[in-house]
């Protein structure tokens, strides 16, 4: 159900890339992006637990996240449906973090609402990498009716955010120690003007120099999209 044709825009000038390795044969990580009248949509997610019910609950994260967005241009109130309609069956007492971005790709400014997902890494045209330090939130399924907090950001020309899921930083080797934040910032400033397919696998492969011949414990999935003037990275690990 996750896109995975590359590129995806041929009308705009934005490249975009994604891989998803699953921990097992299925797994429950998301992400998706779209664009609708000048604006990029995009969410990546990570539902609690593994297996086939977090794929089915990732599944229907998904489809109800395209439903929703079709008719509304405010993440706050898409994380609020959302919300609701996985909190009304959740008899598995199972969650989804989510973090949901609307980009207008004519301004640069950001719409987004942090559903208690992990801090995206921003790059600036200097060459400063950190950490989006945000509001974070309740996961969705939680609390029904709960009101989630929107928020802005202008990006300046030449900057950058990654997301990801904590499978990243968590990733352990055969002597239990994890990839960490500070790996993380090393490998992305390192590795932040190289072309998405590139950066992508650039992560990988720092990954798997890390965890060895280690399992992975977690899914993996990576999205990253660079624009004419601005870079976006979407990265998941889970």
């Keep these: 159900m996750l896109p995975k044709n590359f590129p995806p825009f041929p009308g705009h000038e934005i490249g975009l890339y994604a891989v998803l390795y699953p921990a097992r ?6 992400y998706d992006f779209f664009i609708h009248e000048n604006t990029l949509f995009f969410a990546i997610g990570d539902v609690s637990g593994k297996g086939i019910p977090a794929s089915l609950l990732m599944a229907s994260t998904i489809s109800l996240l395209r439903t929703l967005s079709s008719g509304s241009n405010s993440p706050s109130q898409i994380a609020y449906s ?3 309609s ?8 199972m969650f989804v973090t989510f973090f949901i971005g609307m980009l207008d790709l004519r301004t640069g400014v950001m719409k987004y609402c942090n559903a208690g997902h992990t801090p995206p890494v921003l790059t600036s045209p200097d060459r400063t990498v950190a950490f989006f330090e945000m509001q974070s939130d309740l996961p969705l399924g939680i609390l029904k009716n709960h009101d989630y907090q929107e928020y802005t950001y202008r990006f300046v020309s030449g900057s950058g955010i990654l997301l990801y899921t904590d499978g990243v930083t968590d990733a352990e080797n055969e002597k239990n120690e994890f990839y960490t934040r500070e790996r993380l910032l090393e490998i992305v400033t390192q590795n932040q003007e190289l ?3 590139e950066f992508i696998r650039s992560i990988i492969n720092d990954i798997q120099s890390h965890i060895k011949s280690h399992e992975l414990s977690d899914d993996l999935s990576m999205l990253t999209k660079n624009h004419k003037i601005y870079q976006f990275f979407f990265v998941i690990f889970k």
């Design 86 to 93: 996985i909190a009304e069956r959740n008899e598995a007492d």
């Design 82 to 84: 959302l919300n609701n």
């Design 195 to 197: 072309h998405p397919r």
């Design 25 to 30: 044969q299925v797994g429950g990580d998301l």
